[in-house]
């Protein structure tokens, strides 16, 4: 018992030191990248379903420290998306709200213990993941467009800053400092760390402008079980749970597998869809009956924190830390601080994170290269995939029409195969017996089966197609 309880220590000792090197500020500042998502659907939540927010800053926090430990690179901690909508934009009750991520997190749990996620990575097209990516920065990009128009009541732009101080004209100057700090090459040994500089600039805003809002009289959090009821059971699942799944499997588990392989290498512990799946339903079973905010992992998130200087687990073993101090000990306060944070700020960074996210969205891949073995049919995949899951407004239509295109696509081409007897040939003896002039065919199989017949190539050899 001793010489294992030795081990052990040994091994917390080094994990601790190495997180202790690791600790920079440029890691600090990757971690606050996915603030443009957190901090806006967090408020929204709290105002309208009514969810503590001392109690989302400790849960969350302790699902980043865990996820920092765990896999040992910057995975994020996001709310579920779709929940949160339907709880801002319909009314959810906090028991609805904390039904819905009870279902999502249980589905996905099982999933992930029957090694289920794997088989659906397998059998999901890299296209149709990389459309859903692109779909999702296009929102991000839109939601982050929205915050940094200022308007007026009237609907007009907000210019003057010296009138509101949150206007289009500090949106703009947010955006040139974020872009310059993002983009300052050698000498400099590391990027500055942008996401803090910005939050930090919102922060002092804040603090000089509404100092006489703030609350001083009220400390600490407020935790307590949730009870849900029937009603909550039933709108829960059907509001929020039934559209969040396709989303949490397809974006929280393997999207954000797939982009912590290219991102950190195919041996990080980010990469498995097993463990990220067990992840995300452990973390909200645990979290949603005491009223914690439906939490997943994304691959927005991911992007965004890379973006701004994230590459270790420490990175967000730091955000979490700070969360469950704030947490504990602030959480009135803060909330009151975040409902009037200016959306000239929040805006720009969004704006950026969605950008690295359709970055790594639009990067060709073998995987997509082969695809049909045609690469312009998998990248128009990819864009119809992308366009449904923006037009729709949801990514779970948007696998569906995507998944539905790549199905007849696929048809098609087997029976275009089948009925021109093709089995049998192999690609580099069409391109010779399809050859005119002396240059190769360039045309795909299917291209090669509408001629129809025999093909005779120069020397008079009889190749059927």
């Avoid at 839109?142 to 732009?157: E, F, I, M």
């Amino acid at each position: 018992m001793a010489p294992r309880c030795d081990r052990w220590r040994s091994a917390l000792t080094r994990r601790f030191k190495r997180h202790w090197e690791e600790a920079t500020l440029v890691e600090f500042s990757g971690s606050l990248g996915d603030l443009g998502t957190f901090i806006p659907l967090a408020v929204g939540m709290s105002v309208t379903a009514g969810l503590d927010f001392s109690t989302i800053l400790i849960f969350t926090g302790i699902y980043n420290v865990a996820s920092g430990v765990l896999f040992d690179a910057p995975i994020p901690v996001q709310p579920m998306k779709t929940i949160a909508a339907a709880a801002i934009a319909q009314g959810l009750t906090l028991g609805a709200v904390a039904a819905a991520g009870i279902f999502v997190s249980a589905v996905v749990l099982v999933l992930g213990l029957l090694n289920l996620t794997t088989l659906l990575e397998y059998i999901i097209p890299m296209s149709i993941v990389r459309g859903i990516q692109l779909g999702l920065a296009v929102s991000l990009f839109k939601k982050g467009y929205t915050s940094l128009l200022v308007r007026d009541v009237d609907g007009s732009l907000v210019w003057n800053p010296f009138e509101q101080v949150d206007s289009f004209t500090l949106a703009l100057l947010i955006s040139v400092l974020l872009l310059v700090l993002l983009n300052l090459s050698p000498p400099l040994r590391l990027p500055p760390p942008a996401a803090l500089i910005v939050f930090l600039l919102g922060l002092i805003i804040v603090i000089a402008c509404h100092w006489s809002e703030i609350p001083v009289d009220e400390f600490g959090p407020s935790v307590s079980l949730v009870t849900i009821t029937a009603q909550d059971w039933l709108d829960g699942i059907l509001n929020g749970g039934l559209p969040q799944l396709p989303l949490t499997l397809l974006n929280s588990v393997i999207s954000v597998c797939v982009l912590a392989r290219e991102l950190f290498g195919d041996d990080c512990r980010g990469g498995s869809t097993k463990h990220m799946a067990v992840s995300v339903g452990a973390m909200n079973l645990l979290g949603c009956w005491f009223g914690a905010m439906p939490c997943c992992h994304g691959c927005g998130g991911l992007a965004a924190q890379y973006r701004f200087g994230a590459r270790t687990g420490t990175s967000v073993v730091m955000l979490g830390l700070l969360k469950l101090i704030i947490g504990l000990i602030f959480g009135p306060q803060l909330l009151h601080i975040l409902h009037v944070y200016p959306g000239a700020v929040l805006g720009p960074m969004l704006c950026i994170a969605a950008a690295e996210l359709g970055v790594q969205a639009l990067k060709t891949t073998g995987n997509l290269s082969l695809e049909l073995q045609d690469p312009s049919l998998a990248s128009w995949l990819l864009f119809m995939t992308a366009a449904a899951c923006v037009a729709s407004g949801s990514t779970g239509w948007g696998f569906a029409i995507g998944y539905g295109l790549w199905i007849i696509v696929a048809g098609v081409r087997w029976l275009a195969h089948r009925c021109c007897g093709a089995g049998q040939v192999q690609r580099e003896d069409l391109e010779e017996a399809l050859s005119t002039n002396g240059q190769p065919c360039v045309e795909s199989p299917r291209s090669c089966c509408d001629h129809g017949a025999d093909v005779v190539n120069s020397s008079s050899r009889v190749v059927r197609v």
